[in-house]
């Protein structure tokens, strides 16, 4: 009954979600204080430029933009490749990432700086990109607010091709920072919960989420966070996919839970609506069916989560 | 297919691991700056007094010890309860855990300081202040790590009861860390791999382990971690539990997969040794019959790896 390998299906549904299908070998393994150089001396290295939450395209016309520089056209766009780090390789060569202060003038006509969601929700780069760049984003949003040494307040040292930071002063090691959030869809056999955050663009509802704290299995987060923000108990929890989520570095870990009882106390301070929606609502909101409601697009975890709910009966 | 909590057993296998046991109600929608000292003011408030990588537990005699000191006894034994976290309220009433400088010498005779590992090896606290030692403890040690602000270098201070540090300068928000952690049992229907650390216990096999990196879902960490550590290719991976883990503040997430291949080239570096076991040598280590190895103690989540494994065929 929990060992189910051999019955589950040959790609798992976190196989499916964006942001999911980076394709560069980290070699891991191989990490040194050379690493960076050794790649950018290598000609068919690329680098990925990000600065302020957006990330440069190259628009050529072709169905889908590249994010991928050479490293000449990096350095004539402004990058400081001393900074780089290095995501991996792929099957072209070695793959950077950098920052770059963007700005929309002065960039070539083919180039455009395009918020990291924009890149997401429309599609603007295959799945390989759009993995690439949930790991570059993430990397360099964690080397920019940990420049300082935490214990000591002095400052740190990228190394490792940008896997690591070292003080100067105390010599701790500080790896890169991954946040694991908890989302949810709390369901019956015939009903789920959506909810909508005071943020969420009109019309827009989504399962809860929330942070999973130290101390705690997924599956009591889940709990917890549902009764915070619903009034809802739980039993059952039940793992369903993952999604890396580089706003700045997430991973949505998300999950079904069975409702105990039906009477919800939304969490207003937190939420704008929550309530109960039957499948065929459900249905039209994720076919875009609705007449005024809609869920998540088909990138987003909850859209994952809904659809397997609301597909299953 | 994909959608199964309606067939998952009442309780998840995360229940049944060590650290999990956490009976607090953390109240997280209710944290204010007030908190903390509200809930010391309150005479049913119990302490959990930690320093050093050490609980103090009181023996009295009774099979399990008692990790609870009222705040007057907390204060004699050197506590700063200034600094107190607040972990929740549970039926007795509010919980806190504060470091304290742990010194063997000048301790009540029936007081000790345990190291967080003997209190979950020798179940020396039941279920329930064992989980609460596991938020205690990655609380207090972000804390200890993070008093000065990772982007500008300046203090920081405790906020929220101590779920949030906030910069004296730069007004950046900073809150817990947990990092995830991937934990696999490779197999195929007969056999499993299992590996030594080289900090492991002599004859002791367990199962891979590796931080799961920003930019990537559990399942393809898992293939990851697994191919650099014993260069075994992986197809299917299914998610089995989750366990906090103290150590200094990690979320171990356990996965099987489906071995594509058998050859085994182990990471030397990391492993002290690699290789596949068969399912009556296995049942034997979990059952300690086995002459000379062992597996994890029941308490670990590798422990339920390799036994929901084992006792699947």
Not at 162 to 173: L, N, P, Q, S
Not at 247 to 276: H, Q, V
Request: aromatic share 8%; with cysteine; proline share 6%.
């Amino acid at each position: 009954m929990t060992f189910r390998l051999f019955d589950a299906p040959q790609a798992e549904p976190s196989q499916f979600v964006g942001f999911a299908g980076n394709v560069i070998d980290r070699q891991a393994e191989k990490r040194s204080d050379e690493s960076a150089n050794t790649a950018l001396s290598d000609p068919s290295a690329r680098l990925l430029l990000m600065g302020g939450g957006r990330i440069l395209l190259k628009f050529n016309g072709d169905a889908v933009a590249s994010s991928y520089f050479p490293l000449a056209e990096a350095k004539a766009l402004g990058a400081d490749v001393r900074d780089a780090v290095l995501l991996g390789v792929d099957d072209n060569g070695p793959v950077l990432a950098v920052s770059v202060v963007v700005e929309d003038e002065g960039l070539p006509e083919s180039i455009k700086a395009v918020d990291y969601r924009s890149v997401y929700m429309q599609n603007l780069v295959d799945a390989g990109a759009l993995g690439a760049l949930a790991q570059g984003a993430s990397l360099l949003a964690w080397h920019a607010s940990h420049r300082f040494c935490g214990k000591c307040g002095q400052p740190s040292e990228m190394r490792i091709g940008g896997y690591k930071r070292v003080c100067t002063a105390c010599a701790t090691e500080h790896f890169p920072r991954t946040d694991p959030v908890a989302i949810m869809l709390t369901v019956t056999r015939d009903r789920c919960i959506l909810g909508r955050g005071r943020h969420f663009p009109p019309n827009m509802y989504s399962a809860l989420a929330g942070f999973i704290e130290p101390g705690e299995t997924i599956e009591n987060a889940v709990r917890r966070e549902t009764f915070e923000e619903s009034g809802i108990r739980l039993g059952r929890v039940v793992y369903h996919a993952s999604q890396p989520w580089p706003f700045p570095y997430s991973l949505m870990i998300g999950c079904f839970g069975e409702a105990l009882d039906e009477n919800i106390t939304p969490d207003t301070a937190e939420l704008e609506d929550c309530r109960w929606f039957d499948r065929a609502e459900v249905l039209s909101m994720l076919d875009k069916t609705h007449p005024t409601l809609f869920t998540p697009p088909p990138g987003a975890i909850a859209h994952h989560l809904i659809r397997a709910w609301a597909e299953s009966a």
